[in-house]
């Protein structure tokens, strides 16, 4: 079973930048597809940014196209999650997880393992 732990968030102002990291153990890492997914305060959780087991393939929510980037590096068993132009409605904890599937999915029902999840906070 893969376990999945993430870092890098923290708290920042509307504009600025965070970079996520998703560490992963176990060997088959590098052949599940992997997603980005957030829960703001009082919503339910919802899908921000997926990749396929290559890296070749991404997919990202309307919400954060063009300024969200999805990323992996199989070598070091980690996903990563580039966030520019952060906005106050970024605000949320955000959590990885690994689909043990050969495609990926922008379903949270989808995906096997979680991480525990980072908190990301963006104040106007």
Do not use: H
Not at 37 to 56: D, H, L, S, T
Not at 68 to 92: C, G, H, W
């Amino acid at each position: 079973q893969v376990q999945l732990v993430e870092s890098g968030g923290g708290s920042v102002q509307a504009g600025g930048s965070l970079r996520l990291s998703c560490a992963a153990s176990g060997r088959t890492f590098s052949t599940y597809p992997m997603g980005w997914f957030r829960q703001a305060p009082g919503k339910e959780r919802e899908f921000v940014a997926g990749i396929n087991w290559n890296g070749g393939s991404t997919l990202y929510a309307d919400s954060v196209k063009g300024r969200f980037t999805i990323s992996r590096d199989n070598a070091q068993f980690t996903v990563y999650l580039q966030m520019n132009s952060l906005k106050p409605e970024d605000t949320a904890v955000y959590s990885c997880a690994a689909r043990k599937a050969m495609y990926g999915s922008i379903s949270i029902s989808a995906y096997d393992a979680w991480g525990q999840g980072t908190q990301v906070t963006v104040s106007s």
